[in-house]
């Protein structure tokens, strides 16, 4: 594809829950505009817009796959988003490149909370949207249902642009309401013939036009005061304030078909090329001086200095790593010298690719709005800014995702800790939702992700990619261990071993201080028992014996230490002596004092749907969590809570579970409280003598 006029190029990034119909209806798009030949999913689930073989395994998206097409003089980029509740932050990336979010709604007018979620990001992003009801061949399809989950279920405003003819098995095309016409299917290759509008169906449509005009007009205050003068708009005014509507945000334009048979995708096209905005007619990108910091408004015109935002990064272990970006403003050559404004490095680009799934056909140059990818740049992570030299902008970056879910990991083959390192660093490269940290208590290696399924394919691909196996299991927990009473024991050292021996004596009173307090020592000493110098080897040995309580093997926290008493030797003591004299009284006084195991206690706010808020309490609650509020939040509910780490470690997919997978939540530390008894009996580690018994 020849680099483009601005106004010409449109990217569609189709978007909605799994399993509604995205990828056959992106394949409808390339069969109908004539790219392929034949449908690209076949039985087996494969797709022209595949990147991995673990999608093809499992017969659905988990990635964002990039194809293009060209129809009526226009360049076309087409985004299939995965939609899974493991995979939909991928969406969130990638709605960066779209000119218009295509919403794909199941013909049954089934919604899940991904469908918010992803809507959600594009209104922020400020993305136009259309919806397109899918699978009007199906069993139970019903336009009107569709419309009314949209309206009801997601609170929007659909305007239909598209009626369709009969449903189900009686499915045979659509309805044009903006010209007044009908396209009836017929053959293979997304073929359609124009044809009148069926008798039974003609006053739906007349008064789907007036709907759709009202509807235009009121978007916009000139053709509002010009619709109320005359009662009606002329066709460039109506097309106008169509592309003005959707571009603001205003409308939601509503159409149908089926992607399966490729019924209405024609229809599809031909009002994307006339009504959805082009990459020309949206706002400024907003940015940043890099150097000042001021606000920059960078025009989608060629003439305008070149940047672009990477989107997607695709990393191959033979081929390096393919940066995905959507050129912002001006253009851009293979070869030029470019300016990485977020890391700050020069950067020459090589070879710049149009995507077809998997494949890459080369291209010379890019112009604003267009979506192309570039090989191997040295410094380059999703949601850079890439920028012209010597003219500099910076885009924020990307939103960042919390893990859902997390595990500790170990390489199943020991020796191999690098190799599984390097692998995961590597896909994190290509997926940020990736989280990847080393416990600095546990010393574990902690994988999180947005899900079992998301944490499962990064397994799965490090095992294939890089060849790095791993075993997961479900992460310690950061115990912790303090005392309920006060209590006083002394510690002793005395040892003759020939010449000069050991010899330290420490009287030691222990209490329990405020939760959160931390640790605090006190020295008492009067009249030089314990000479000066060695009173720090006292306090060292305590702090190193905190590290490892007496009830599980946690950190002991929350405790007052008070050096009161002791006893020393001219020529046997030393700083070793006392700091081993430390450690056994502190033992022995811990012991003593009522000591008692805490648990973390997380903070947790969770987005659920009004009906199902009293289930998610009732869950909280059977997780020994203490619900603390209740506020509304659009069409649902923000529930707020305290739960134990330890039973939310498995949290999402229970969420999702209850919800449909319309529920969300965010999770931070909030303290720690006493563990019950009964549970700490449970966490308590075997004792020495138990384990030779």
Excluded at 92 to 98: E, G, K, P, T
Excluded at 441 to 466: A, P
Aim: hydrophobic share 40%.
């Amino acid at each position: 594809m020849a680099a483009l006029d601005p106004g010409r190029i449109r990217n569609l990034a189709l978007i909605g829950h799994g399993g509604v119909g995205k990828t056959t209806l992106a394949e409808a798009l390339l069969l109908t505009a004539g790219k392929t030949s034949s449908p690209g999913v076949t039985l087996e689930g494969t797709s022209n817009f595949d990147t991995e073989v673990e999608e093809e395994a499992r017969g659905h998206s988990m990635f964002s796959g990039f194809n293009h097409l060209t129809w009526k003089e226009q360049a076309v980029n087409v985004i299939d988003c995965p939609g899974a509740n493991a995979f939909v932050h991928d969406a969130s990336n990638v709605l960066r490149a779209a000119t218009t979010a295509v919403l794909v709604v199941s013909s049954t007018g089934e919604t899940r909370g991904e469908d918010e979620r992803v809507l959600g990001w594009a209104a922020e992003d400020k993305v136009p949207r259309i919806a397109v009801v899918t699978g009007m061949d199906r069993e139970r399809a019903d336009f009107e249902k569709a419309r009314d989950a949209l309206a009801i279920g997601l609170e929007l405003k659909p305007v239909p642009v598209q009626l369709p003819i009969g449903a189900g098995e009686n499915f045979t095309g659509v309805v044009d309401v903006l010209h007044q016409k009908a396209w009836i299917g017929q053959g293979e290759k997304g073929q359609a013939k124009e044809a009148p509008i069926p008798d039974e169906l003609a006053e739906d449509a007349r008064a789907a036009r007036e709907h759709l005009v009202e509807a235009v007009a009121e978007a916009d205050d000139d053709l509002l005061e010009r619709y109320l003068e005359e009662g009606e708009l002329a066709e460039d005014e109506l097309r106008a304030g169509l592309v003005s509507g959707i571009a603001s945000g205003a409308l939601l334009p509503l159409l149908c078909g089926s992607g399966e048979n490729a019924y209405g995708v024609a229809a599809l096209l031909d009002f994307v090329a006339e009504a959805c905005p082009s990459a020309a007619d949206l706002p400024a990108a907003i940015g940043d001086d890099p150097q000042t910091g001021d606000e920059l408004r960078r025009a989608p015109g060629v003439g305008e200095p070149f940047s672009a935002q990477i989107v997607r990064t695709v990393i191959d272990p033979f081929a390096g790593k393919l940066s995905v970006m959507r050129v912002l403003s001006g253009a851009v050559k293979a070869d030029s010298p470019v300016y990485n404004s977020t890391s700050r490095d020069k950067e020459k680009l090589g070879h710049l690719f149009k995507l077809e799934g998997k494949k890459q056909v080369q291209v010379s140059e890019a112009v604003a709005g267009d979506v192309v990818a570039v090989a191997k740049l040295k410094a380059g992570d999703t949601g850079d800014t890439i920028c012209d030299e010597k003219v500099h902008t910076y885009y924020p970056k990307l939103r960042s995702f919390e893990a859902a879910i997390s595990f500790a990991l170990h390489a199943k083959t020991k020796g191999e800790e690098d190799k599984v390192m390097s692998g995961l660093q590597r896909l994190q490269e290509e997926d940020p939702a990736i989280h990847l940290d080393r416990d600095p208590e546990t010393k574990e290696i902690v994988l999180g992700g947005m899900g079992q399924l998301h944490v499962d394919l990064v397994v799965d691909r490090l095992k294939r990619k890089f060849g790095a196996e791993v075993i997961l299991s479900a992460p310690k927990i950061p115990y912790r261990e303090t005392i309920r009473a006060q209590a006083r024991a002394e510690g002793k050292l005395k040892k003759q071993t020939g010449g000069h021996g050991q010899f330290a004596l420490v009287q030691l009173d222990i209490e329990p201080l405020p939760r959160g307090t931390g640790f605090e020592f006190v020295d008492k000493i009067v009249g030089g028992s314990v000479p000066r110098n060695f009173i720090p080897a006292v306090e060292k040995g305590v702090i190193e014996t905190m590290r490892k309580g007496n009830v599980a093997g946690a950190p002991v926290v929350d405790v007052r230490v008070t050096l009161y008493d002791g006893k020393h030797h001219d020529v046997d003591s030393s700083e070793m002596a006392f700091k081993v004299a430390a450690a056994t009284g502190f033992k022995a006084a811990f012991d003593k004092a009522k000591p008692v195991l805490l648990e973390p206690v997380m903070s947790l706010s969770i987005s659920v749907p009004d009906e199902t808020m009293g289930d998610v309490i009732g869950d909280v609650n059977s997780r020994r969590g203490k619900v603390q509020g209740v506020e509304p939040k659009g069409h649902n509910q923000v529930i707020r809570a305290a739960v134990p780490m330890a039973e939310i470690l498995t949290y999402a997919p229970d969420l999702n579970s209850i919800t449909g997978g319309r529920g969300a939540f965010h999770v931070e530390f909030s303290h720690y409280e006493e563990l019950p008894a009964h549970l700490a009996e449970k966490v308590a580690r075997v004792k020495p003598e138990a384990e030779t018994s």
